[in-house]
């Protein structure tokens, strides 16, 4: 029995295509280090696709890693921050309403 002439074709090009990416590639992408990726991977469940040993992503699986590793905004900071931005604008009009009141006083 023959077997049958089929080309060989390489599978790293083939996934590619297919648009996978080795986690080296991902970790640039996603502009990270390649072990705190691969932490991820292995240990905090991030998303991708295992193949044998050999892990791969696609353009969904570092979307959703991005989406993850996603902080919220604080309500709460930013109130305290637009507070505490207003206020020097408070003290200035104060100051201001001070020193024209102290003219008044010195007159009297």
């Known amino acids: ?22 986690p080296r590639e991902a970790a640039r992408a996603l502009e990270c280090g390649e072990r705190w990726l691969l932490d991820g991977l292995n240990k905090h ?3 991708h696709t295992r193949m044998g040993r050999a892990k791969w992503l696609n353009e969904n699986h570092i979307r959703e890693i991005r989406s ?3 902080v919220p905004a604080d309500r709460a900071k930013i109130s305290r921050l637009r507070r505490s931005m ?3 604008a ?4 104060s100051v201001q309403s001070a020193e024209s009141a102290e003219p008044a006083q010195s007159a009297a």
Not at 5 to 22: E, P, Q
Not at 90 to 93: G, V
Request: some cysteine; proline content about 9%.
């Open 1 to 22: 029995m023959s077997t049958p002439n089929v080309s060989t074709i390489d599978i790293d090009s083939l996934m590619r295509r297919d648009g996978y990416v080795k």
């Open 68 to 70: 993850l590793c996603e």
């Open 45 to 47: 469940g991030f998303p």
């Open 86 to 88: 207003s206020k020097p």
């Open 90 to 93: 408070k003290r200035a009009k």
